[in-house]
């Protein structure tokens, strides 16, 4: 029964500012080390257990380093579609994943990108298009992408069903 | 020997990671099989890698969460257990019986947190349980870990308002006492690490300890997300119990770190609101807390926050932030005597940043701040530390950020005081900073009050500072900045002729000290100014209350002669003479004879004695006959002389060519088409004859030297000057002359010994069209040029 292990799995959130935390308030409250949530996603019958690793984005509170990174089957990257820095660092930070949680088949292994915060300012201060977003997916393998607002709860469900779907493709090989 | 540490370290990472691994291989057998008894002893075996203590902390987290992974499949399973009918009071009691204390304390963690999800004991009971059984491990790093762990599985499980957990109404409480109590048992371990082991590892020991920082700022992490706290209970339970904490630890690390991590997880109007809890722990820091930097990460903060929106500053105003921060930061420097003047300026550089985005009208504020810094530093010697006077032009352009405006800068009494305690480097910077201010907002500056105020300001630009032993100034950076100054004293202006006056005699005042490098620079736009305001009075008819002080065009020409004569000492001769020709122009201008030709006198003198390069000849005698040319301001007398001098220094220049241009350009000076008595057409005559004779003689000087006669050039251009004067009706031109000279350059032209010049022949040609053109207009100038073969 190799099924327990598939419906346990890690993601990495990864961006210039975190996701998760960000629910309630727009309000600047500094993350310490990673955040860590779990959340229950049901599709096809089963429930899923995501155990989340939300990270600061602030250096100055990564005290032990990126260890939790190792072991994840999914990293979710997140921009902010107002700010064109955090779209320029997905590179960056998709490098630094693939550097740091050495995934067997790097080549394959799952992303899926979030364009956040779209609801802001009604979408009038938006500089990162859709259209731009998408561009660099394709030309990353084809990156599923997600356009959300983690304080509205626009299409989070549906991204978070799309991560667990791509997390479960590429189920880590037996460990020893 | 480290090397070797390191390696070491590198080889029992990886031996627990293998003894990890092979437990929890049989761990997941023992899972998928459903085998509970077999579970928790490999569970227990594989944690058991977590006893170690040869690792580093960074190492250690690697290990921990290898084994934090792998504790998430047995908490699913315990989890299914429960579902299948195992009671999870039961589970609860027997992971207890793992033989060794550390492993045991994880699993029931792990149990714990399935035991909460179920809700079969109340979240708080079991949550005090976990965070009193965790006292069983007093090994700081094992320790911290553990209670991290701890921390973690819980983070979503705390009866926080809203959440499922939620009992009665005190459940919030007991979340948050949960939390300040694995915070208070985690900062305890984490002091108690540097008092351990020998001295000579203190600096490893806190090496080690910066690394685990973030384990014991996550529960404050955890606080600042817990819904359930609003303000009054941020105020009355979290904030002074974690101050406490913080205060009695009497730790410098701890103390930093955690002010920090409050600053920074809680948020902005929480602060505001306990500012005074928050700020009186200050002082009650070690002596040693790098305290500058937190207060004034705190006042970055509150700053961004009133800079977001206007409708939070009447919070500020309420809880009177300026003057509590003011207070807060006195009894701080109070509180640190050793505090390096760089700390000092920080704080009230970020104090001033802070009042100007929250009181941007309270001037006063502004200047308290700056007084307070001056306060500090005087009785000291101007400053040497680097840092510190980056630090101080960071406090003295932010008022100019703000306003961008000089003028408001200027009202602020303490400003120019700071300045005084820069070195003369670092003084010139700031110049530039106010300089480039006041050119970007385009400010006017129209008092000579201000003017007054600004050069005192900018004096690092404008004259050597005592001090200043110059080491190599670079040579482009000078004249940057030199050129900046020019550009400034352009930019001020009154429209009111007697304070413009006194803005031009200000400057002066100040620029006339700045030595021999920086005139050259200086006077000219100084000039140029002065001219201006002339000219506007000019305009103007005779002052209408006839005043003797008020300003006249004659008495700014007095002015303008002293300083233009300045130059001349340095020596810039040539820059002078073209000063006093512009001068001349402009007396002329307003019918100033006397003055006009005072000006033409110092040209003349300059020329004689300093201007000796012949270059510099040339080009100082063309000005000179173009601006003389246009003088109509002088008698006969006066322009017979100035012309006479004229035509005499052109036949001395030192080349033939040279004298040849300079001598027919004097022929203008007897002609001048709009001043009916300046009509000399005999001496045009003269002067373009004198001009051939020249050109003849350049040419046998060149036959003579090279062997071959020079190019026809000089004599088409004097046969234009012909063509000049003929059209504009000189009588002593004549049509004989003109064809004369014709004959002459053609026969020149097909000479033997001629020099092919293409460009000479297409001007020749060229102007052969144009009399072609004039002949075919017809009319009185085609009649003009009818007798004329071409």
Redesign the interface.
């Known amino acids: 029964m190799a099924s327990r292990r598939r419906m346990l799995l890690k993601v990495i959130i990864l961006g210039d500012s975190g996701y998760v935390n960000r629910k309630f308030s727009n309000q600047y409250k500094a993350t310490i080390g990673a955040d860590f949530l779990t959340k229950e996603v049901q599709f096809d019958d089963r429930l899923f257990t995501l155990q989340i690793w939300d990270t600061a984005g602030q250096e100055r509170f990564q005290s032990l380093g990126v260890a939790f990174y190792r072991g994840a089957d999914c990293c979710v990257l997140v921009h902010d579609v107002n700010v064109m820095k955090s779209f320029d660092n997905l590179n960056n930070w998709r490098e630094e994943f693939l550097i740091q949680a050495s995934p067997s088949d790097p080549e394959n292994f799952p992303f899926v990108v979030l364009g956040n915060k779209v609801d802001v300012d009604g979408g009038n201060s938006r500089v990162v298009s859709e259209k731009k977003a998408k561009a660099w997916c394709a030309s990353k393998g084809n990156i599923p992408y997600f356009e959300t607002s983690a304080k509205e709860g626009f299409n989070v469900d549906a991204a978070f069903e799309c991560i667990a779907r791509n997390a479960l493709k590429n189920e880590p090989e037996e460990e020893m | 020997m480290i090397a070797d540490g390191v390696e070491d370290e590198e080889k029992w990472l990886a031996a627990g990671i293998a003894g990890l ?2 437990n ?2 049989y761990m ?1 057998r023992a ?2 099989s459903n085998n509970l008894r077999d579970a928790l002893k490999y569970s227990a075996q594989m944690l058991s890698e977590l006893r170690t203590s040869r690792l580093s ?2 190492k250690y ?2 290990l ?3 084994a ?2 792998e504790l ?2 047995l908490e ?2 315990f989890k ?1 257990e429960t579902r299948r009918g195992c009671s999870i009071v039961d589970l609860y009691e027997l992971v207890q019986h793992a033989g060794n204390i550390l492993p045991r304390l994880y699993l029931l963690c792990t149990v714990g947190s399935v035991y909460i999800k179920s809700k079969e004991a109340p979240a708080k009971d079991v949550l005090k349980d976990l965070v009193e059984m965790c006292r069983g491990i007093q090994h700081p790093v094992r320790g911290l870990f553990l209670r991290s762990y701890l921390a ?1 599985v819980s ?2 499980k705390l009866p926080d308002i809203g959440s499922e957990y939620e009992g009665d109404a005190d459940t919030v409480v007991d979340a948050v006492e949960f939390v300040l109590q694995n915070f208070t048992e985690m900062n305890k371990l984490w002091v108690r690490m540097q008092h351990q082991g020998p001295a000579r590892e203190k600096e490893k020991r806190e090496k080690e300890r ?6 014991v ?2 529960n ?2 955890v606080l ?2 817990i ?1 359930g706290i609003d303000l009054d209970m941020y105020k009355e339970t979290v904030l002074p119990r974690v101050l406490e904490q913080v205060v009695n630890c009497k730790d410098e690390i701890a103390q930093y770190y955690l002010m920090d ?1 409050i600053i ?5 109007e929480y602060h505001l609101q306990t500012l005074d809890v928050l700020l009186g722990a200050f002082p009650q820091l070690q002596p040693t807390v790098d305290i500058k930097t937190v207060l004034s990460r705190l006042m970055e ?1 509150l700053s961004n926050y009133a800079a977001s929106s206007a409708d939070v500053l009447p919070e500020f105003l309420q809880v009177e932030a300026f003057s509590k921060l003011n207070n807060a930061i006195g009894k701080v420097i109070e509180a640190q005597p050793d505090m390096p003047i760089l700390g000092v300026i920080t704080l009230y550089s970020s104090l001033l940043t802070f009042t100007l985005h929250v009181h941007p009208d309270r001037l006063d504020y502004a200047d308290q701040v700056l007084g307070a810094c001056v306060k500090k530093l005087c009785g000291k010697e101007k400053l040497e530390d680097k840092k510190a006077t980056k630090q101080i032009v960071a406090l003295l352009s932010a008022p100019l950020d703000k306003y961008n405006d000089i003028v408001t800068a200027l009202k602020l009494s303490n400003y120019p005081r700071v300045m005084e305690y820069l070195d003369s480097e670092t003084n010139k910077v700031m110049a530039t900073v106010i300089i480039q201010s006041i050119m970007k907002n385009k400010t006017r500056i129209s008092t000579a009050d201000r003017v007054e105020a600004l050069f005192e300001l900018i004096k690092g630009l404008i004259k050597d500072l005592d001090d200043a032993f110059h080491d190599e100034v670079d040579e482009d950076d000078f004249k940057e900045e030199q050129n900046s100054v020019a550009r400034l004293i352009q930019l001020l202006h009154s429209d009111d002729p007697e304070e413009m006056f006194k803005i031009i005699c200000t400057v002066r005042k100040h620029i006339l000290g700045g030595g021999p490098k920086r005139l050259p620079f200086t006077v000219p736009p100084l000039v140029f100014s002065s001219l201006k305001l002339v000219r506007q009075l000019q305009g103007q008819e005779e002052n209408p209350f006839g005043e003797e002080e008020s300003t006249t065009p004659k008495k700014i020409f007095q002015v303008l002669n002293q300083t233009v004569e300045t130059l001349s000492n340095i020596p810039a001769p040539e820059l002078a003479l073209q000063l006093f020709l512009q001068c001349a122009e402009a007396a002329n201008d307003c019918d100033l004879e006397p003055v006009a030709y005072e000006f033409f006198t110092q040209a003349y003198i300059l020329y004689e004695e300093e201007i000796s390069d012949s270059r510099a000849q040339v080009t100082a005698i063309h000005l000179i006959i173009g601006t003389l040319q246009r003088m109509h301001v002088f008698g006969v007398e006066n322009r017979d002389t100035l012309t006479h001098k004229a035509t005499g220094y052109s036949a001395k220049l030192l080349k033939k060519p040279d004298q040849c241009r300079a001598v027919y350009a004097c022929s203008h000076l007897f002609w001048v088409d709009d001043q009916d008595n300046v009509k000399d057409g005999e001496r045009v005559l003269l002067c373009l004859k004198r001009a051939l004779r020249i050109a003849n003689a350049a040419q046998q000087m060149s036959n003579a030297a090279r062997g071959s006669a020079g190019s026809v050039t000089l004599f088409v251009e004097i046969l234009n000057k012909y063509l000049y004067f003929f059209e504009k009706g000189n009588p002593q031109i004549t049509v004989a002359a003109i064809q004369s000279l014709i004959e002459l350059i053609t026969t020149e032209m097909h000479s033997d010994s001629s020099t092919p010049d293409p460009a000479a022949d297409a001007f020749f040609a060229s102007t052969l069209r144009y009399m072609e053109f004039q002949k075919q207009k017809g009319g009185a100038m085609g009649e003009k040029y009818e007798p004329i073969k071409v």
């Open positions: 691994q092979q929890a291989f997941h899972l998928d902390p960074h987290y690697e921990y969460m290898r934090f992974d998430r499949k699913m399973f299914e973690q983070r979503d910066s690394e685990l920082r973030d384990l700022g996550k404050l992490h600042s997300q819904e991590c920074q997880v809680f948020p902005d903060r």
